[in-house]
């Protein structure tokens, strides 16, 4: 069983931050896909970083294997700043904002991109872009086949779209901002040799060992076994009766030297 721990925080606040950049509006394909897919990267970066520290600390390792943390940490921290910076872009309004709609907008049109240019519309409930004549879906020309006629919208994409990519803007900065802390944090925290990093993962098969040896354990204390003293016999000298005492071993009693003599 997993306790809880500093590494778990960061994996469920990974997933949580990869959920928020998956829904939100796209400014822009490429900085959509990064700020969906970094969580993933900064996740799986804090995963092995442990194991590349090992690896870089060996007296046998070579140049490259010891650069690895490093190099990995400092992509990280740039794409987190790069991305940060073209998202907070998107969230101050300006005419460089203004200019990426307008010609994003109309690329859309010009490759009759009819799919893309109606979930706008109905996504926000609007036709067009600087009106609802401007380049609305339905493209074909006629009566009845405009977007205003057909769903009875009144109001233009543009501001809209604006307000929306702008939040969703920062919902992205946002993420990019808590990756770059979440960065940070685990460094701190695995500047020591990653204990707390290397303990989560290692955590159920410990637990898995532990159980086994208890399981191992006999249901019942070994008692001591008790050494029986051995008893030293005595020899007895010739003529001696059980009753009288020997003396030490090799030696004969008063008694008997007494005999001896009157013998």
């Known amino acids: 069983m997993v306790s809880f721990s500093p ?32 969580p993933i990267l900064g996740f799986l970066n804090a995963y092995i970083h442990p194991s590349l520290l ?12 010891r650069l690895a943390p490093l190099v990995l940490q400092t ?12 998202l907070f872009e998107g969230i101050i309004p300006s005419p460089a904002l203004n200019c990426v709609l307008e ?15 109606r979930r706008i519309q109905d996504m926000m409930n609007c036709c067009g872009f600087n009106s609802v004549k401007d380049r609305a879906y339905p493209f074909r020309s006629g009566p009845g086949s405009q977007c205003a006629e057909m769903f009875g919208r009144t109001e233009a994409c543009r501001k809209p779209w ?9 919902a992205d900065f946002a993420v990019a901002i808590a990756v770059g802390l979440l960065q940070v944090i685990g460094l701190l925290l695995m500047r020591d040799g990653a204990s707390w990093w290397t303990a989560w993962r290692t955590a159920g098969r410990d637990d898995t060992r ?29 003529g001696s009766t059980p009753g009288e005492d020997a003396g030490p071993r090799g030696e004969q009693s008063p008694m008997n030297e007494r005999a001896a003599w009157e013998d």
Request: glycine content about 2%.
């Open 162 to 170: 604006t307000a929306a990519l702008r939040s969703s803007s920062g």
């Open 210 to 238: 532990d159980a086994g040896r208890e399981s191992r354990r006999p249901l019942l204390p070994a008692v001591p076994e008790v050494e029986e003293e051995s008893v030293e016999t005595v020899p007895r000298s010739y």
């Open 75 to 86: 992509l990280q921290a740039l794409l987190t700043t790069i991305l940060a910076t073209l």
């Open 7 to 38: 590494a778990l925080v960061y994996l469920l606040v990974s997933m949580v931050l990869f959920g928020v950049a998956a829904l939100s509006l796209p400014l822009s394909p490429v900085i959509s896909i990064l700020a969906t897919l970094l």
């Open 54 to 65: 090992r690896v870089a600390h060996a007296p046998t390792s070579s140049r490259l294997r």
């Open 103 to 117: 010609n994003d907008w109309m690329r859309m049109y010009r490759n009759h991109d009819d799919t893309r240019i």
